[in-house]
Nanobody, 125 residues
Framework: QVQLVESGGGLVQAGGSLRLSCAAS????????MGWFRQAPGKEREFVAA????????YYQDSVKGRFTISRDNAKNTVYLQMNSLKPDDTAVYYC??????????????????WGQGTQVTVSS
């Protein structure tokens, strides 16, 4: 049974930083891409960042480029999202996700099958 467990969310002032973690279990983590998505109240879940299995290719939503960094440690079955220069618009529940198999579009939430329970990030102005 695949499980994804996020942690690291919290309340931070604008301009601050947080580091989210997503611990995976139940499968060979190192062979799959991983993604981070977020969902603010009243809005659809949106893509934030993704990383290929090797860690060599990363993808970001335009609004977080230069501020967020996705990384992974396959030995620890964990993917991270380092978030710097946070803005109030970054406030949302953040989810990590993993596909069943090979993906053609890492930015599409419909290509992910496994999801964590989410962690709340609140950025105050």
């Amino acid at each position: 049974q695949v499980q994804l467990v996020e942690s690291g969310g919290g309340l931070v002032q604008a301009g601050g930083s947080l580091r989210l973690s997503c611990a995976a279990s139940g499968r060979t983590f190192s062979t799959y891409a991983m993604g981070w998505f977020r969902q603010a109240p009243g809005k659809e879940r949106e893509f934030v960042a993704a990383i290929r299995w090797s860690g060599g290719n990363t993808y970001y939503q335009d609004s977080v480029k230069g501020r967020f960094t996705i990384s992974r440690d396959n030995a620890k079955n964990t993917v991270y999202l380092q978030m710097n220069s946070l803005k109030p618009d970054d406030t949302a529940v953040y989810y990590c996700a993993s596909p069943i198999g090979t993906m053609t579009d890492l930015t599409s939430r419909w290509q992910y099958f496994y999801w964590g329970q989410g962690t709340q990030v609140t950025v105050s102005s």
